[in-house]
């Protein structure tokens, strides 16, 4: 079992940063992947960003440039840093965190590859 525990979360203007954090608890040197989702209202969950236990990244088109997920591993925890933020990432934030090879088969940005979740951080981002 893998617990995850987000926080960061926020209101900016546009152009403004946030850094969200992951913290992770249980078995954790079990996790293959670590990735960042998001859903807005309306919307299905996006992937936003992911890391593997190699420390292999990878980013939606839509965020490329402006996010950066990070790990520091003696923390557990892993970050997303949001630059340049824009109204079209307002959305509510989500870590998952995954043992198996779903994420590497079937990409590590689609939901399907995760089995461990967190509760979620909101993002504002005003024009």
């Known amino acids: 079992q893998v617990q995850l525990v987000e926080s960061g979360g926020g209101s900016v203007q546009a152009g403004g940063s946030l850094r969200l954090s992951c913290a992770a608890f249980g078995h954790i040197l079990s996790i293959s992947y670590l990735g960042w989702f998001r859903q807005a209202p309306g919307k299905e969950r996006e992937g936003v960003a992911a890391?593997?236990?190699?420390?292999?990244?990878s980013y939606a088109d839509s965020v490329k440039g402006r996010f950066t997920i990070s790990q520091d591993n003696a923390k557990n925890t892993l970050y997303l840093q949001m630059n340049s933020l824009k109204p079209e990432d307002s959305a509510m934030y989500y870590c998952a965190a995954d043992y198996r090879t779903s994420a590497k088969l079937i990409g590590p940005l689609r939901v399907a590859g995760y089995i461990y979740w967190g509760q979620g951080t909101q993002v504002t981002v005003s024009s």
């Open positions: 890391i593997d236990s190699d420390g292999s990244t």
